[in-house]
């Protein structure tokens, strides 16, 4: 469906900085996908909401879906997914380019995110075999048929390298736009312009007229 359409699921009547950032997340964590310009649900979100509670199943999709956000699984690798204090993690962050604030809401959304998990596997009564059947779903999918186009979805992370855009204004003043832990995907770059022009207008229109650039 259109997205502008899909954030009426979250109680949004249009497009703007908010439902973008929701949709934005979504992406992240590999439930939604997008395909000439309408977005759709992953296989992986098909099968958190449509499986038993209590299936391995869902219980592959949800832990897979937990770790797809790039920072998060960066900070999984580096430490061998025994993560340490909120401050060890922060310091983590912050030596690569985070802001003070920026690393703590990560963190903050990295506890929520694995308290979430948990919440709703606390009924799971299955094996151990978690790690067996999602590495044997991974090689079936190697040689399986294409998805559906509306249920593509690449987990395929880019190299960990900060992305940096710098120019200077005809008025002399530089912009500079960082996006750290990871290059972007074409799909976050799409999501990065409209945030920027939705926040722009908001922004333009709150200046005051003796602030406005002459002609």
């Known amino acids: 469906m259109a997205k502008e359409i899909a ?26 996908c997008y395909q000439g310009g309408n977005v759709g649900i992953t296989d992986d979100a098909f099968t958190i909401i449509g499986a038993p509670r209590n299936s391995l199943e869902r219980k592959v999709a949800l832990e897979r879906c937990a770790k797809l956000p790039t920072i998060f699984e960066e900070l999984y690798q580096s430490y061998a997914e025994n993560l340490p204090s909120d401050d060890a993690l922060i310091w983590t962050l912050k030596q690569r380019g985070f802001t003070d604030e ?20 606390k009924d799971y009564t299955g094996g151990n075999e978690v790690k067996e059947v999602k590495n044997e779903t991974i090689e079936q999918n190697k040689g399986s048929s ?23 204004l005809l008025t002399g003043k530089n912009v500079t736009l960082t996006i750290s832990g990871g290059k972007p995907t074409s799909v976050e770059i799409g999501f990065t ?15 005051p007229k003796e602030e406005e650039p002459k002609e």
């Open 7 to 32: 954030v009426t699921v979250w109680g949004y009547n249009k497009l703007h900085g908010r439902s973008l950032t929701v949709l934005a997340a979504m992406a992240q964590y590999g439930l939604t």
């Open 102 to 121: 920026g690393a703590q809401i990560t963190v903050g959304c990295l506890r929520d995110t694995n308290m979430f998990v948990r919440e709703e596997l």
């Open 146 to 168: 294409p998805m559906p186009p509306m249920q593509q979805i690449s987990l395929r992370k880019p190299p960990l390298s900060d992305f940096v855009l710098s120019f200077t």
């Open 193 to 207: 312009k409209e945030l920027l022009n939705t926040h722009l207008s908001m922004y333009e229109k709150k200046l």
